[in-house]
């Protein structure tokens, strides 16, 4: 006779358990603040609080910095050559003790100064193969640009601290070093101001941006609209 009553005690404390949680959680639905997806600003979706000069701001209080990494074609060196560059950078980046992040994003491409030169060159060119090979050409690179399949693979290490007093000049610093090390084994890096971010934040964040080199980053607010 013991077990029933046992299991009867069981099942009502966890009957008025599960009660008290479910009104509980009705109390901090119906006192959390009704937010309309349609007025969220856009850097309030992504977080960004504001970006000046090298430095990307966020709204939980950090402070970012980017270092791009310039490609190298690895088919110009020998085997034993690119084993000395990864074991020097390796051996360089081991040193590194604070925590960083690395991207790769791909970068739509622009062809229009090939296009237009290969335009001044058929001009120009009087031979008639040379004027067909040239046309050619210049049709399948038209092709390429209108499919958007032109593109390359962009590298950044990313770097962060939280948002206190005199952190920037760290974070400089910091980006400085690691411009060193890749220095050593000859690879280019170049720290990224103010419009340079911006697009790397649209390259992250916007899959229909299309890369200009002189686009306007002047500060605006767009808003996110959902669907009807």
Same mark, same amino acid.
């Given at each position: 006779?013991?077990?029933?009553?046992?299991?009867?005690?069981?099942?009502?404390?966890?009957?008025?358990?599960?009660?008290? !949680?479910?009104?509980?959680?009705?109390?901090?639905?119906?006192? +959390?603040?009704?937010?309309?997806? +349609?007025?969220?600003?856009?850097?309030?979706?992504?977080?960004?609080?504001?970006?000046?000069?090298?430095?990307? !701001?966020?709204?939980?209080?950090?402070?970012?910095?980017?270092? @791009?990494?310039?490609?190298?074609?690895? =088919?110009?060196?020998?085997?034993?050559?690119?084993?000395q560059i990864v074991r020097q950078l390796t051996a360089n980046?081991?040193?590194?003790?604070?925590?960083? /992040?690395?991207?790769?994003?791909?970068?739509?491409?622009?062809?229009?100064?090939?296009?237009?030169?290969?335009?001044?060159?058929?001009?120009?060119?009087?031979?008639?193969? /040379?004027?067909?090979?040239? @046309?050619? %050409?210049?049709?399948?690179?038209?092709?390429? +640009?209108?499919?958007?399949?032109?593109? %390359?693979?962009?590298? !950044?290490?990313?770097?962060?601290?939280?948002?206190?007093?005199?952190?920037?000049?760290?974070?400089?610093?910091?980006?400085k070093y690691l411009e060193g090390y890749f220095l050593d084994?000859?690879? /280019?890096?170049?720290?990224? %101001?103010? /419009?340079?971010?911006? @697009?790397?934040?649209?390259?992250?964040?916007? #899959? +229909?941006?299309?890369?200009?080199?002189?686009?306007?980053?002047? #500060?605006?607010? #767009?808003?996110?609209? @959902? =669907?009807?």
């Amino acid at each position: 006779m013991l077990l029933p009553v046992i299991m009867l005690c069981v099942c009502a404390l966890l009957g008025g358990g599960a009660l008290i !949680y479910i009104k509980l959680s009705k109390k901090k639905k119906a006192a +959390a603040p009704n937010i309309n997806p +349609a007025a969220v600003t856009a850097n309030e979706f992504v977080n960004v609080k504001d970006i000046r000069g090298n430095f990307l !701001y966020t709204r939980d209080g950090l402070i970012m910095a980017y270092l @791009r990494v310039m490609p190298i074609s690895i =088919d110009l060196f020998s085997k034993s050559e690119k084993k000395q560059i990864v074991r020097q950078l390796t051996a360089n980046m081991s040193s590194v003790g604070y925590s960083f /992040q690395l991207l790769a994003v791909s970068r739509p491409v622009d062809i229009s100064p090939l296009l237009s030169e290969l335009s001044d060159t058929l001009t120009n060119c009087g031979d008639v193969k /040379q004027k067909e090979l040239l @046309r050619q %050409e210049i049709l399948e690179m038209s092709t390429f +640009a209108l499919s958007g399949d032109v593109v %390359e693979r962009q590298f !950044y290490l990313l770097i962060w601290d939280k948002s206190e007093e005199g952190v920037e000049r760290g974070l400089l610093q910091k980006l400085k070093y690691l411009e060193g090390y890749f220095l050593d084994v000859g690879i /280019q890096t170049e720290i990224l %101001e103010q /419009q340079e971010i911006v @697009r790397l934040c649209n390259l992250i964040n916007n #899959p +229909a941006y299309v890369h200009l080199e002189d686009s306007d980053f002047s #500060p605006s607010i #767009p808003l996110l609209v @959902r =669907d009807k």
